[in-house]
Antibody
Framework: QVQLVQSGAEVKKPGASVKVSCKASGHTFTSDYIHWVRQAPGQGLEWMGLVNPSGASTNYAQKFRGRLTMTRDTSTTTVDMELRSLRSEDTAVYYCARPKRYYYFDDWGQGTLVTVSS | QSALTQPASVPGSPGQSISISCTGTSSDGNDYKYVSWYQHHPGKAPKLIIY???KRPSGVSNRFSGSKSANTASLTISGLQAEDEANYYCSSYINNSIWVFGGGTKVTVL
């Protein structure tokens, strides 16, 4: 059974960076794309970007380009999402998600709350 | 990237059928072939309930169905039940490895 387990909640100050991890088990991690999706309080889901199976290729939504980096470590079956220059609007629950079918998000992590506050 | 437009809320009574629309931008050249729907209960992870516009993953109730006309996709929930009260999001692959979500629709069971 596929499981995506994310790292714990974080509290950061404006201007800082945050790194959220997503550890996969129960499937062939090396063949999976991993996406990141977030939900700010009272807002909808927002697609942030993806990293390909090898980790060599990423693509980010335009609004995050320049301050978002996704990396993966195949030896630890972990994908990391780092968001820099945090602002209060980045306060959100961040999810990693895995497609079984390329275009869709079949499996999700449990979510990680990131709070940005001075 | 342009978002997908959904109604903010749709109410329904138990046993009733309701539909949620999801409208894309007709000028973006996307045929919205890769539309999916997610059910999201607060505090839980979203759940895929429809993919490829109208297909259901294994284990998803057949009370959920999807359709599409031009650049508008729709999710229909038939025989509405209390457990269906949740937020529902459409999503579409746009192009060039870009995805987008709709703004979400809160379904309330009266």
């Amino acid at each position: 059974q596929v499981q995506l387990v994310q790292s714990g909640a974080e509290v950061k100050k404006p201007g800082a960076s945050v790194k959220v991890s997503c550890k996969a088990s129960g499937h062939t991690f090396t063949s999976d794309y991993i996406h990141w999706v977030r939900q700010a309080p009272g807002q909808g889901l927002e697609w942030m970007g993806l990293v390909n199976p090898s980790g060599a290729s990423t693509n980010y939504a335009q609004k995050f380009r320049g301050r978002l980096t996704m990396t993966r470590d195949t030896s630890t079956t972990t994908v990391d999402m780092e968001l820099r220059s945090l602002r209060s609007e980045d306060t959100a629950v961040y999810y990693c998600a895995r497609p079984k079918r390329y275009y869709y998000f079949d499996d999700w992590g449990q979510g990680t709350l990131v709070t940005v506050s001075s | 990237q342009s978002a997908l437009t959904q109604p903010a809320s749709v109410p329904g009574s138990p046993g009733q059928s309701i539909s949620i629309s999801c409208t894309g931008t007709s000028s973006d050249g996307n045929d919205y072939k890769y539309v999916s729907w997610y059910q999201h209960h607060p505090g839980k992870a979203p759940k895929l309930i429809i993919y490829d516009v109208r297909k259901r993953p294994s284990g998803v109730s057949n009370r959920f169905s999807g359709s599409k006309s031009a650049n508008t996709a729709s999710l229909t929930i038939s025989g509405l039940q209390a457990e269906d009260e949740a937020n529902y999001y459409c999503s579409s692959y746009i192009n060039n490895s870009i995805w987008v979500f709709g703004g979400g629709t809160k379904v309330t069971v009266l």
